[in-house]
């Protein structure tokens, strides 16, 4: 057929006059041939599935808006597929009309295969949309949390691109200014005078503070210990006690860059939502697959070796049954803080040396503590432990019935927790971490954190000769691998240890005394 000007085959009026589309130019033509059933069809029927996929063009003032029929809901209405192209300034009418046919085809095809114009939407629109019908009814609090906290960072950047347009070169671009100084954005209020002295001439105690500003407790420990907090836990003391900011905090700001790492989780949150936008059909690939991202094959997990671990149990000796139990017991069983802090009584098998891990106690500023079920399906599990451990929590069930009958209906307890405080409270989880960090500064142990206790159970058990899929187990890993990644450096030695093993038969194959120069030369070496 002959060609037919652009505004009566395409740029259709938005009136109801002669709204009928005649044949399309010849690729078009080919395009609409190619995706038509491969039946013979009457004439009649022809044209109706023809039409059915030929896009619609309106023009709307400065822009056009196309539009693509892409079948019929369950009420029998068509489902009608929508976009708006402007043209770039400047443009001739002939290059309107061959960049607006090129964009309807691709909108075609797009609808074709159930990708539709929901690539327009922002990433932090999307963001919202993985939020509410993804992350949170599916995934635990704290990773929906950490998820939320993350993509705020992540948008601050590329939050105002269109899904459609963005590339790897964004998020590449992204990942390079996160290693640039200031880029933490992190800023502490320090107190700036003595708050346990503070408080006393006050005549108050951190509950009542916390009663009268809505803070919480664990904010006035950290400041009577002489730590920081938030900045808008300060200026809320603040503003509620009356008293200028200046007079009892000072603002210090961590300027340092972003560990590869910490880079790296960003990289995982940003990969986990773009695979649900590529899921969901909004997108076709995730940009997120090809961004270059900082080494961390060097990285290693922090541990203790056998001759420090026997040093930590020493000098535990002195402290309190409390403490001493609790850092003893993680690095005796290898369970994370949320698992052996959600321990209760009835978890545990004292005659069958049995652990069996049902919850986690968590934190979340949201939520405040709370109990949870096991990370993943393979955490929830029974734990065989040692005699050890099992005479250590009979020790500690003594000092902690002891404290029960001491403060009668005072005991604070409520669902059995063999770790509480000495009022019977479970224990906050970051009380734990910050105790323990202060232990291993003023014993001068090498620095490490309360989960290096379990990275250094499970590498004594790899260096002793432990089958890796007994490691994974007692560890609750979901897969084998997961342990090899994580431990490949103390898998490393514990193979060069064993490729000793074959040399006690030395004596009687290798040659006796040393390799002369000649022997050597004529095996090669």
Known sequence: ?????????YLQSTTKEDTT????????RQLCLSILPQEKLGWQ????????????IEKRGESY?????????????????????TPEPGMTKRQI???????????????????????????????EIFLEQYARPNLKKKTAFSYEQTMKVINQALGHIKLKDLKPGHIASFYANLQEEGMRNRCKAMPKVD???????????????????????WCFSQLKNGRGIAQNCAEQICEKLDVPYNKLFIRQHDDTPLKPGTIHTYHRTLSAVLYRAVKWKYI??????????PSIAHRKAAYLDEPDARRLLELLQEEKILWRTVITFDLLSGLRRAEFLGLRWSDVDLDKQLLYIRQTWNYLPTEGCYADTPKTATSERPLRISRTAILLLLEYKQWQDTQR????????????????TEEGKPLFPDTVTNWFTDFVKRTGLPKVTIHSLRHTYASLMIADGTPLVVVSHKLGHAQTSTTANIYAHVIAEAEAKADQTFDRFGDLIAPKGQSTPKQKKAAGI
């Open 195 to 217: 708050f346990a002295a503070w408080m006393k001439e006050r005549k108050t105690c951190k509950a009542e503070l916390s009663r009268q500003t809505g803070v919480s407790i």
């Open 65 to 85: 808006r196309i539009i693509v029929s892409n079948g019929y809901d369950i009420n029998g209405k068509q489902i009608r597929e929508k976009m708006t192209w």
């Open 45 to 56: 029927e022809w044209k109706e599935r023809f039409y059915q996929i030929m896009a619609t």
């Open 405 to 420: 009958e001491l403060l009668g209906d005072a005991w604070r307890d409520t669902d059995g927790r063999i770790f509480t």
């Open 284 to 293: 076709e690939r995730n940009p997120a697959e090809r961004a270059d991202l």
């Open 21 to 28: 589309p005649e044949w399309p130019q010849p690729k078009r």
């Open 1 to 9: 057929p002959p060609r037919r000007p652009m505004q009566s085959t």
């Open 97 to 127: 009309e061959k960049a607006l046919n090129r964009e309807a085809t691709l909108f075609e095809e797009r609808v074709r295969h159930q990708l539709t114009q929901n690539g327009n939407i922002r990433l932090v629109d999307f963001t």
